[in-house]
């Protein structure tokens, strides 16, 4: 039960990372804005995954620093919904 646990973060791990990289290349490449749905969401994800990696590992630093980045984008997003401010 152990070892699956362990593999299953991983894959958790792994596609935090494979989604926020995504959305950091999409944009690099002027595929999707900043400021777009699409990119939003794949950066929530993204960190949600990272987050829950990082807590099962007792990475204080990088838990840490993907809540602020989800936070800040959970404002862009709503700030895309509510019109701009």
Avoid: D, P
Avoid at 65 to 75: A, G, K, P
């Amino acid at each position: 039960m152990v070892i699956l646990r362990k593999y299953k973060m991983e894959l958790v791990g792994w596609t935090g990372a494979t989604i926020s990289l995504s959305a950091y290349s999409l944009n690099s490449l002027n595929i999707v804005g900043s400021q777009s749905v699409a990119y939003l969401l794949m950066n929530i994800f993204g960190c949600f995954f990272l987050i829950l990696y990082a807590l099962s590992k007792k990475a204080h630093a990088s838990w840490v620093l993907n809540s602020i980045w989800l936070i800040m984008t959970m404002v862009a997003l709503l700030k895309v919904y509510m019109g701009g401010w």
